[in-house]
Nanobody, 121 residues
Framework: QMQTAESGGGLVQPGGSLRLSCVAS????????MGWFRQAPGKEREGVSC????????YYLDSVKGRFTISRDNAKNAIYLQMNSLKPEDTAVYYC??????????????WGQGTQVTVSS
């Protein structure tokens, strides 16, 4: 059974940092593009970041470039999202996603419950 388990969300003040983690299990494909999208109430899904291939090519949403860093530990089947200089507009539920090499984030698959990130003073 394919599963992902996200963690690391929370409440942080503007300018603060959080590190999201996702561990995947049950996937049988040799390589799986993995990343993060976010969903805020009343807003469209946004593809935040993705590690697209074995070469480590990455994608970042323009509004998070320079602030967020995605990384991957293949041995642990895990990905991470280091989020610095957080802004209130980053507030959303963040989901670990697979097949994030698809252009439309609505075509990214997700398997977990997401983790809430709230940026507020």
């Amino acid at each position: 059974q394919m599963q992902t388990a996200e963690s690391g969300g929370g409440l942080v003040q503007p300018g603060g940092s959080l590190r999201l983690s996702c561990v995947a299990s049950g996937f049988t494909r040799d390589y799986l593009p993995m990343g993060w999208f976010r969903q805020a109430p009343g807003k469209e899904r946004e593809g935040v970041s993705c590690i697209r291939n074995r070469e480590g090519n990455t994608y970042y949403l323009d509004s998070v470039k320079g602030r967020f860093t995605i990384s991957r530990d293949n041995a642990k089947n895990a990905i991470y999202l280091q989020m610095n200089s957080l802004k209130p507009e980053d507030t959303a539920v963040y989901y670990c996603a697979t097949d994030c090499d698809q252009q439309d984030p609505y075509d990214w698959d997700y398997w977990g419950q997401g983790t809430q990130v709230t940026v507020s003073s």
